[in-house]
T-cell receptor, first 112, second 113 residues
Framework: QKEVEQDPGPLSVPEGAIVSLNCTYS??????FMWYRQYSRKGPELLMY????GNKEDGRFTAQVDKSSKYISLFIRDSQPSDSATYLC????????????FGKGTLLTVNP | GAGVSQSPRYKVTKRGQDVALRCDPI?????LYWYRQALGQGPEFLTY????????KSGLPNDRFSAERPEGSISTLTIQRTEQRDSAMYRC???????????FGDGTRLSIL
């Protein structure tokens, strides 16, 4: 079993929909949780960075961490065609916070 | 401002050759990371530098892989005696300090024939 599991999709939604992306993990030592967006042929771009459990909101994006369930989510409200990309979750431990462990990524398409 | 710059963008070489991949981090970023990303997968950690010191090389697959950052800025990842299984996208990232947000480059696509 991989340390971080992420459904690769693909996920296709109409413009304006609320999108929910999720990851589960097995390592209880993970303390830092990130979501990256990766456009085709580009490097991953950091979207959200959270520490431990709770919610964090940034514009149309909300990140949730539930450490008791080892489950993290990214919600995108009012999705736009420009949100079409691969979304990768990543996490790290307090002792090695520089070493990111990524999920496989979920390919999202927002249709106009 | 300029992001993380990697060169070459594409590298095709024959099995057995040595290759050197270059990373130029964002100016002022003291931490530099190398990852490898297979198709349809997330990046996998290879190694990490803080300034010129290699702090963690636990992700390097074997001793054919090495990395350096001699002046605490530009870094080179070298793969000796390349094998077909080394074919992948190699990504570099940098951050202002250890543990802070990592900014990724667009990668070097390495293909071993």
């Amino acid at each position: 079993q991989k340390e971080v599991e992420q459904d690769p999709g693909p996920l296709s939604v109409p413009e304006g929909a609320i999108v929910s992306l999720n990851c589960t993990y097995s390592n209880s030592a993970f303390q830092y949780f990130m979501w990256y967006r990766q456009y085709s042929r580009k490097g991953p771009e950091l979207l959200m960075y959270t520490y431990s459990s709770g919610n964090k909101e940034d514009g149309r994006f909300t990140a949730q961490v539930d450490k008791s369930s080892k489950y993290i989510s990214l919600f995108i409200r009012d999705s736009q065609p420009s949100d079409s990309a691969t979304y990768l979750c990543a996490m790290s431990t307090r002792g090695s916070n520089y070493k990111l462990t990524f999920g496989k990524g979920t390919l999202l398409t927002v249709n106009p | 401002g300029a992001g993380v710059s990697q060169s070459p963008r594409y590298k095709v070489t024959k099995r057995g050759q040595d290759v050197a991949l270059r990373c130029d981090p964002i100016s002022g970023h003291v931490s530099l990371y190398w990852y490898r990303q297979a198709l349809g997968q997330g990046p996998e950690f290879l190694t990490y530098f803080n300034y010129e010191a290699q702090q963690d090389k636990s992700g390097l697959p074997n001793d054919r892989f090495s990395a350096e950052r001699p002046e605490g800025s530009i870094s080179t990842l070298t793969i000796q005696r390349t094998e077909q299984r080394d074919s992948a996208m190699y990504r570099c990232a940098s951050s202002l300090d250890e543990g802070l947000a990592q900014h990724f480059g667009d990668g070097t696509r390495l293909s071993i024939l």
